[in-house]
């Protein structure tokens, strides 16, 4: 299972005039890897507000699913945007080929 939490990036908010800090809670998501409840291994969920629990999203259809398909540089995970992930699995020799850049 994997959890993100997703906030706002905010800028001259604080003493840190050039860089970029984390703001406002914008959402709660989770990705569960079950192959015995859902037909493409993965479920996406989306707490709203503050809800303590939520629904799977519906898989075949979600954009999230699409993407984490399609992108995910191990297993349907996005370890290319986390350098210490992404050096592990360089290692492991788990790391799937990057699909092409459209522009």
């Not at 997703?6 to 709660?28: C, K, M, P, T």
């Not at 984490?68 to 290319?80: E, P, R």
Request: aromatic residues 8%.
């Amino acid at each position: 299972m994997l959890v993100l939490e997703v906030r706002a990036s905010q800028s001259e908010g604080s003493i840190n005039r050039q860089g970029h800090f984390q703001g406002d809670l914008v959402g709660i998501e989770a990705e569960v890897k079950d192959e015995s409840r859902f037909p493409e291994k993965w479920g996406f969920f989306a707490f709203k507000d503050s809800a303590k629990s939520a629904k799977a999203l519906p898989s075949a259809t979600t954009d999230c699913q699409s993407c984490h398909s399609q992108n995910g540089a191990v297993d349907n995970t996005f370890v290319q945007f986390y350098p210490t992930l992404l050096q592990v699995a360089k290692q492991k020799g788990t790391l799937k080929a990057a699909p092409p850049v459209s522009k």
